[in-house]
């Protein structure tokens, strides 16, 4: 079995619970993936938690693990032990996630929000070392944000802050399955690149491109959007060309209201970066308030990519696990 001082300090596992797969990690704490189980993602919570517990299994059978963290797509109570709602997995009306899985596993569980888990993952390995007041767009089927100040996650009263891909950009536009209407994530996600492109071809002049008759066919897919314009196809160029637009004017808003020194874009989308991201940039230094009068925030790739959210709440869970041996420690010097 590994020791924790021979493989990079205290060993926890973190987990990145998707709507199809959860994947699991043995880190350390230079940010290391030591070892990596995973299992597709159960439909009701008893067998979430059997899978949980049989992949902390599987690594703890090689590795000596003090702490668990699971990084979860969906709305958390500001303390990080409820889970509100996640829309993708069978936890919701305020299921007490984490004393579930400490009762389950027999080891201390963090919860964190997948975004949130990604943005530490970059503060603490990544792009954002250091750096004091800065934004993370997670892009990908939606869009998950976090707000960062002097190191620390901000959540808001309640828990939900920022959820910047809800900004509506385009009043009584798209609908959002969040219920509103015209919302940024309808214009600067994954799913919404079909849409755009869908429009833009109804437009006209793109009838001989191969996107369009995938698009008319309803047999496209983001990913295909995104070869299409890397392979040149017009009506691919086109839609990313709209769609960095919406995520440059997203990006300018933001900045208007929190004036970050860092933007970082991860998800799954900051694969194909190269094709928006400079645009992005450009449209939103044209459009923040006193253009040309102030610094811009940087605005840059995430480095870790899909293992940020298992690597952030695997450090966050050694993080608290640290924090409760010394409230302990100095719960008792007061006792005595």
Known sequence: MSTPSSSGGALTVGFDIGGTNTRAGVVNDRGEILARASDRTPETS??????????????????????????????????????????????????????????????????????????????????????????????????????????????????????????????????????KRGCLERYASGTALVDTAMEIATRGGFENTKLYRR?????????????????????????????????????????DILDPELIVVGGGLSADSDLYLNQASEVMGKNIVGAGYRPLPRVIRAELGPEAGMIGVADLAREDTRQRTRQRNDQGETDA
């Open 46 to 179: 008893e067998e979430m938690v059997r899978t949980i517990v049989s992949l902390i299994d599987e690594l703890r059978s090689s590795f000596d693990i003090s702490a668990v963290g699971v990084a979860v797509a969906g709305f958390l109570d500001r303390d990080c032990e409820i889970v509100r709602f996640a829309p993708h997995l069978p936890w919701r009306d305020d299921a007490p996630v984490r004393a579930i899985l400490e009762e389950a596993t027999g080891l201390p569980v963090r919860l964190e929000h997948d975004a949130n888990a990604a943005a530490w993952g970059e503060f603490r390995h990544g792009v954002a070392k250091d750096v004091d007041t800065w934004v993370f767009f997670a892009l990908g089927t939606g869009i998950g944000a976090t707000l960062m100040i002097d190191g620390e996650i901000f959540r808001g009263s309640f828990g939900t802050a920022p959820e910047f891909g809800h900004i509506t950009v385009v009043p009584g536009g798209r609908a959002c399955s969040c219920g």
């Open 215 to 255: 698009v008319v066919g309803k047999r496209a897919s983001g990913n295909d959007v995104m070869n299409a314009a890397r392979a040149g196809d017009a009506l691919g160029v086109a839609t990313i060309e709209e769609f960095a637009t919406w995520l440059g004017q997203g990006l300018a808003m933001v900045s």
